[in-house]
């Protein structure tokens, strides 16, 4: 079998039409909505001051990386057609998640900022936080199911993939809320215990995960197992193994462990997080740079 694959390796060949406008576009999305999911939900269960981590994930979508995609698009006004077919099209139904989060994260949050609007203190202001979670929760999953529906492409052909990618973006929502921390001198210290828990467990999660996935793909069509290799041993291993395993996970994990097991004081906890989540966000992006950049189509015949 493997002197099958190797005969017709040359028939394989790198897709470059997801290059990295996209991962960045992805990576963006996942870090705002996730951001924007987590501090509306701790908030409510553990007093998380929540407006201005908020207010950031929406930037983050709708500046970052709804700009990223018009550019991507090359003219603007296509973005607006992408909208045109929610029925059947992952691409439509993420931009209809986009739009929606942005204008119910919108009125949301500006209920927050300024007291005065009518919503800001009735059940309003609950419905506009609940549609625009939902909303948030359907950015982060589109993604993935963007590349499974792809069928040209085995390596994405799993339907772990859109499960990874919202794990991915919960991870940059807690790294985004772990960089803020620093600018919070009130932050409690049962807060910041509950947070690295949350952390920890989501790395743990993303490694399991992720060996599952690989595993899988590496005994899956010559395609997938192509594609596993460059991830391992090939042009972008460094990039995976370095950046994305090394750096994005374990290190954060190594340092989520350490500020918990020792008891380390609020202000240097939140420093250390906050270094932490910087890394994370780097290895977050750099998963899924490679996740895109290293796929390979299988050859039509």
């Given at each position: 079998m493997?002197?099958?694959v ?21 990576f ?9 999911f987590?501090a ?11 407006r201005?981590?908020a207010?950031l994930?929406?930037l983050?979508?709708?500046?970052g990386a709804?700009g990223t ?11 607006w057609?992408a ?8 691409i ?9 989060f942005?204008?119910f994260?919108?009125?949301a949050?500006?209920?927050r900022?300024?007291?005065t ?12 936080q609940i ?6 929760f359907?950015v982060m ?22 499960v ?6 919960f991870?940059?929502?807690v790294?985004?809320?772990?960089i803020?921390l620093p ?27 992720l060996?599952?996935y ?6 899956s ?6 594609t596993?290799r460059?991830?391992?041993r090939g ?12 750096i994005?996970?374990?290190v954060?994990l190594?340092?989520a ?7 380390v004081d ?6 250390a ?5 910087v ?6 992006f750099?998963?899924?740079y490679?996740f ?10």
């Open positions: 493997k002197e099958q190797e005969e017709f390796v040359i028939d394989f060949t790198s897709q470059k039409e997801w290059g990295g406008l996209i991962a960045v576009a992805f963006l999305a996942g870090v705002g909505s996730g951001a924007f987590l509306m939900l701790l908030e409510q269960v553990a007093g998380l001051a929540s201005g981590i207010t994930g929406l983050i979508v709708a500046l709804g995609f018009v550019l991507d698009l090359g003219r603007s006004f296509r973005f057609r909208l045109s077919n929610p029925v059947s099209s992952w439509s139904r993420g931009v209809t998640f986009i739009v929606t942005v204008v994260g919108v009125l949050v500006s209920g900022w300024i007291q609007l009518p919503w800001s203190d009735n059940a309003g202001a609950g419905v506009f549609i625009a979670m939902v909303a948030a359907g999953v589109y993604s993935g199911f963007v590349l499974v529906n792809n069928p040209g492409i085995a390596f994405w052909n799993n339907a772990l993939l859109p990874l990618f919202v794990l991915y973006s991870m940059g929502g790294a985004i809320i772990f803020t600018a919070q001198p009130n932050a409690k210290a049962s807060l910041l215990k509950m947070l690295e828990t949350i952390e920890i467990w989501l790395i743990v999660f993303a490694i399991i995960l060996g599952i690989l595993l899988a793909m590496s005994t069509t010559a395609g997938a197992r192509l596993v460059g991830l391992l042009r972008y291993s460094l990039y995976f193994l370095g950046g994305g395993i090394g994005g996970l374990l954060p190594a340092v462990l350490y500020v918990l097991v020792n008891g609020v202000y240097s906890a939140s420093i997080l906050g270094i932490a989540g890394l994370e966000l780097l290895g977050g750099l998963i899924r490679c895109l950049r290293a796929a390979m189509y299988s050859p039509l015949l």
